[in-house]
């Protein structure tokens, strides 16, 4: 990983770089990290991602519950995707007033020296959003970098996004979630003196009784189990002292709330 603030290692300039939040590494997601990979073939070049710290949204609304895979368990996907380079900037009030033309020559090109850029049509960057895939595809043929504009993914004639799956989840429906993600949906849990705890912008179902798998840090899985998730975000269950991550299953039925 990579904060931009060190020289890049030469092996790894000429990437190809993804942009987004990729939180979930959803299908949409997925399709960017596929033509990502098919254009660093091509290239004979390394793929990158771009990862801020702290999430964008959490700089300028504050705290809230709103990753899906925040941690350790976002890292493990990133880690599945074949990604070669994480660029991770500090995401802070600099950060957040970097002109979006600055972010591209400053930032992408004179410090990580990349060499092709893979988008959604709809990402934006930039302080105030005023970058868009028409002003990278402009900033490509000036400065001579590859741009990639990647077409939404559908499920049922409606757009994958990290808000419908968001909305999936607080409403109960992991089964949909699953279905937008394209994988299980997994997140990061550990021990703490007054119990399990999630990280405190997780996204959490309704609280209720739930069917989980817990798994160790690699992702192996170690026991089936039921998690009594309490309002808040609070956790109860048998689970093994190893236990890192959970797998969410959908319920029979889903949780009405009473945790007695």
Known sequence: MTDGTAPLPAGLRGAVMLLGSFDGMHRGHAALVA?????AARRGAPLAILQCDPHPRAHFAGP????????????????????????????????????AEGFVTDLLLARLHIGGVIVGNDFRFGCARKGDPGLLRALGTRHGFSVTVVADELAGGSRVSSTAIRA?????????????????????????ATGWRFADDQILPPSGIWPVTALDGAGRPLTAARLVLGQGGTACAD??????????????????????
């Open 35 to 39: 033509a990502g990979r098919a254009e």
């Open 64 to 99: 809230s519950r709103f990753r899906i895979c925040p941690g350790l368990a976002q890292a493990r996907l990133i880690a599945e995707a074949g990604i070669d380079l994480i660029y991770g900037p500090r995401f802070d009030a600099g950060f957040a007033v970097t002109p």
């Open 168 to 192: 999936a989840i607080t409403a109960g429906r992991i089964d949909e979630a699953q279905r937008l993600l394209g994988h299980v949906w997994t997140t990061q849990i550990w021990r703490s």
């Open 239 to 260: 689970l093994p002292a190893q236990t890192a991550l959970l797998s969410w299953q959908a319920p029979a039925t889903i949780p009405s709330g009473d945790t007695e």
